[in-house]
Nanobody
Framework: QVQLVESGGGLVQAGGSLRLSCAAS????????MGWFRQAPGTERDFVAA????????NYIDSVKGRFTISRDNAKNTLYLQMNSLKPEDTAVYYC??????????????????WGQGTQVTVSS
């Protein structure tokens, strides 16, 4: 069993920055892939970014490339998402997810076994 707890969301003006964190507990964090997804009201949950177990491989949705950075600290069992140059369209609930089946990140939500409760990010124009 893996427990994931996100933090760091909030209200920010367009052009601002936020750093999301996801603390993992319950099983070995190192060695399995992690991802960030987001869901705006009335929409499906969408992929944002993923990272391999070692942290050496990352992938992003095109709309956040160059603005968001996913990283992890395996010694602290923590996943991060640094979000810069935020836009109103980034407004959503952000979820972290863990895949115990994969060591390389995936954009498919079905590949993830555990999910956090989500943290709200609101970007005002």
């Amino acid at each position: 069993q893996v427990q994931l707890v996100e933090s760091g969301g909030g209200l920010v003006q367009a052009g601002g920055s936020l750093r999301l964190s996801c603390a993992a507990s319950g099983r070995t964090f190192r060695g399995y892939a992690m991802g960030w997804f987001r869901q705006a009201p009335g929409t499906e949950r969408d992929f944002v970014a993923a990272i391999s177990g070692s942290g050496g491989s990352t992938n992003y949705i095109d709309s956040v490339k160059g603005r968001f950075t996913i990283s992890r600290d395996n010694a602290k069992n923590t996943l991060y998402l640094q979000m810069n140059s935020l836009k109103p369209e980034d407004t959503a609930v952000y979820y972290c997810a863990a895949s115990t089946r994969r060591s390389v990140g995936s954009s498919q939500s079905s590949q993830y076994d555990y999910w956090g409760q989500g943290t709200q990010v609101t970007v005002s124009s």
